[in-house]
């Protein structure tokens, strides 16, 4: 029978003579830091303690470790947001492509939402919207990293910054928070660690994953060290208002007149939408400093090749912000103040288990281990996973010989995930064994 196949067809797919070196191989050098930085995300890291899990078990999954609450009925966004959604989607006026920056209605409706804790007004144009607040995080990390460049991050601190600053080849120094003083952030060290090639300093407030909220003079100090080291500041603000302790909800912003702030954030955590995909870049520039250096051209340059939140969604926002009801915003804030009180003081009577400051904000308590009281657990990721394993309740690495709760859930089902970490730690209390 004749073949049609040339000897160099036949090569193809062997390894002989005449193989083909297929270039595609060659990208397995540029996959290397995506795989290392993808491999430091919270989904990368709950993937690896879930892998601990038997899902055939008798017990359900507790989920402690994602701040995504959407699972509980009691964490519902509010009607109002339900109904504006369905009214952009039926209004026809929202189904084409966005403007690159952002649809001008929910740009203005978020310049005034974002004002109205500011002693200035914001304009449309110093609004950019994203695809939630990982995206205006990836824009943010993107324009600004340079080669040589370097960036000041909160240690501890939400991991996608250290994946994305990894990815952009952008040097990450951490800085302390100290627990012992609500974990504000140990200036001394954002000085020491600042040179002539840091180009931002990172704060999250109120705090993922530390649940803290910093106090109006806390933030006049960062504010003055920032100056002080001429580094802009990027404040991560996706928590804004969820503040339910001692201290309220203060903007950065307010400092803009010292300092150039970029704030992000997003309707995902105060409305309870995280999956809407609608977040925002907010730039504070009283003194023009940001538009000086074109930062704002080189985000909008940036935006220009990416992609946009949902264009119904962007169509929804005023209605959004313009109808939900103050009592729904104190209903969540309740609910998250009664739900932190029992996981501050579950945590407390748990053997090996320390946690130093009660959580005022966000929907995070950061716990100390203690590695010597406990029995066969070598380490922070250790611990996650054999809790995964033997209790099917889901907590997440923090730091070194630290994990990261989330409270956000049912005053039951959080009692009965705790009861269980309670119960793990006696198992492998060293007393006991």
């Known amino acids: 029978m004749r073949s049609d196949k040339s000897p160099e067809m036949e090569g193809n797919g062997g390894a002989g003579a005449g193989a083909t070196e297929w270039r595609i191989s060659r990208a397995s050098a540029r996959g290397a830091p995506l795989a290392d930085a993808g491999s430091m995300s919270i989904r990368a890291v709950l993937g690896r303690v879930f892998s601990s899990v038997d899902e055939s078990g008798p017990r359900p999954m507790l989920m402690l470790g994602s701040g995504d609450p959407t699972g509980c009925a009691c964490f519902r966004p509010p009607p109002e947001a339900e109904d504006a959604i369905v009214d952009a989607l039926r209004s026809g006026e929202h189904n084409g492509y966005s403007p690159t920056v952002g649809v001008l209605s929910a740009r203005r409706a978020i310049a005034e939402y974002l004002s109205r804790d500011l002693p200035y007004q914001l304009s449309p144009d110093d609004i950019y919207l994203t695809a939630g607040c990982c995206q205006a995080i990836d824009v943010m990390i993107s324009v600004l990293a340079q080669p040589g460049s370097n960036i000041l991050l909160p240690k501890p601190g939400f991991p ?44 999250v407030n109120p705090s993922n994953p530390c649940g803290s909220v910093y106090s109006h003079d806390h933030l006049a100090k960062i504010a003055e060290t920032a100056r002080k080291l001429g580094i802009i500041i990027i404040a991560d603000e996706v928590y804004d208002h969820l503040a339910f302790g001692n201290k309220p909800f203060i903007p950065m912003g307010i400092f803009a007149d010292m300092v150039p702030v970029i704030t992000v954030g997003s309707i995902s955590k105060r409305w309870l939408v995280p999956g809407w ?24 340059s940036y935006i220009n090749i990416t992609n946009d939140p949902a264009t119904f969604i962007q169509g929804a926002v005023p209605q959004i912000i313009a109808n939900t009801k103050e009592d729904y915003f104190m209903k969540i ?5 009664n739900s932190a009180d029992l996981c501050y003081s579950k945590i407390k009577e748990a053997r090996g288990i320390t946690c130093p400051h009660k959580p005022e904000g966000s929907m995070f308590v950061m716990a100390k281990l203690d590695l010597s009281c406990l029995d066969g657990i070598q380490d922070d990721l250790d611990f996650c996973c054999m809790l995964a394993k033997e209790e099917s309740v889901i907590v997440l690495p923090g730091m070194k010989d630290w994990i990261r709760i989330t409270f956000a859930m049912d005053i039951p089902t959080l009692e009965n995930a705790l009861e269980r970490i309670t119960s793990f730690c006696q198992r492998h209390d060293k007393l006991e064994a």
Not at 281 to 294: F, Q, T
Not at 333 to 337: D, G, V, W
């Open 160 to 203: 996608l910054y250290e994946s994305r600053t990894m990815f952009s080849n952008l040097e990450a120094r951490h800085f302390n928070l100290i627990p012992d003083r609500g974990w504000e952030a140990d200036l001394e060290s954002v000085e020491a660690l600042a040179d002539e090639n840091t180009v931002a300093m990172v704060i």
């Open 333 to 337: 804030l309740n609910l998250l103040r």
């Open 277 to 300: 995909r609608l977040g925002w870049i907010a730039m504070c520039d009283l003194n023009c400093i940001l538009k000086e250096a074109k930062v704002d051209k080189s985000i909008e």
